[in-house]
């Protein structure tokens, strides 16, 4: 084994996983129906838990979403994510101790919606181009450049990995730290009426003076009026929508009409790509523990 090639290797370990497994149908056709019987129970309590307790859904979520990867980081010896993810780590949890702090500094909602609009940004562009790379490799133009097909698709999966995982965990934390702050600035809460009286003179979002009138420019910064006529500042309310992933008014919680706000056609692709990542949660944060369930399940029964 030692004098054959990688792939010669490989195929000779395929060939005895094949030999090895050969007469097992029957095993293997229960095997897939556990794995089918077990993803649709999960889906079913995932689905109940979310509705009736998506606090504690969303949490938990948020948790495994920042744990799992790190687990098979270290386990693969992925060194590169292991640092980008510490550095994102560090960032976030300072930002997040900002958010969560009583009394609420005035700059902190802006300082958080700029931290996350960016990784955001990121996010996207990085996902587009690992998208792009996978493209180019399935149609064979990486021969255009000398780059062999193997390591093209390596570097596109691992952009396009790196783009949906902390775009993922980005929008989590946003969400979360959105509710924090609104709550602690009073002119939003998750149930019942909000603390505070809002006037026209003031942006529920972050708690600030608004400058300018409405769609009018201005040197401090542009307003954006909703359907139910409460006035925000621009950024803010955007980063409320699609950072914060918040699809009402943060005062009446009227919904908002997201083709309204973001009329450019260039904006919209923003908006589903964060549906996009909402989807993708659920493969990333609780597809490893369904297999391991599966696989669970199947050491009980004495499958192999």
């Known amino acids: 084994m030692s ?5 010669e290797q490989w195929r000779v370990e395929h060939a005895r996983m094949h030999a090895k497994h050969r007469g097992h149908e029957a095993m293997h056709a229960e095997m897939v129906l556990i794995l089918i019987a077990t993803l ?13 307790h998506p606090r504690s859904y969303n949490m938990v979520t948020l948790f495994q979403m920042w744990v799992v990867p790190l687990y098979f980081t ?12 510490i550095f994102f780590s560090a960032v976030t ?29 990121i996010s996207y562009a990085t996902g587009i181009v690992g998208y792009m790379a996978v493209m180019f490799t399935l ?13 093209a698709m390596d570097f596109g999966i691992s952009l396009l990995f790196y783009g949906l995982y902390y775009g993922v965990l ?3 934390f946003a969400e979360m730290c959105a509710d924090y702050m609104a709550s602690t600035i009073g002119f939003y809460s998750e149930s019942g009426m909000p603390t505070k009286h809002l006037s026209d003179s003031v942006c529920a979002v972050c708690g600030q003076q608004i400058f300018v009138d409405v769609n ?8 954006y009026r909703l359907s139910c006529n409460h006035v925000f500042h621009e950024f803010c309310i955007r980063g409320w929508c699609i950072v914060g992933k918040k699809q009402t008014c943060p005062y009446c919680k009227e919904k908002v009409d997201l083709k309204r706000m973001f009329s450019n056609p260039w904006e919209r692709p923003h908006v589903m790509y964060g549906q996009l990542l909402d989807w993708l949660r659920y493969l990333v944060a609780w597809q490893p523990v369904i297999i391991g369930l599966v696989q669970g399940i199947s050491y009980i029964l004495g499958l192999e």
């Open 3 to 7: 004098d054959l090639s990688p792939e």
């Open 40 to 52: 649709v129970v999960a889906q079913l309590l995932l689905v109940q838990w979310k509705q009736r």
């Open 74 to 85: 270290v386990k693969l010896h992925w060194w590169r994510f292991l640092v980008i993810w």
């Open 93 to 121: 949890a300072f930002i997040t101790f900002r958010a969560t702090r009583k009394p609420l500094v005035q700059t902190t909602p802006r300082l958080v919606y700029k931290w996350f609009l960016l990784i955001y940004k």
């Open 139 to 151: 149609f064979g133009l990486n021969l255009l450049f000398k780059i062999k097909p193997e390591d």
């Open 170 to 172: 980005e929008r989590d």
């Open 216 to 223: 009018e420019e201005g040197i401090i910064e542009n307003t």
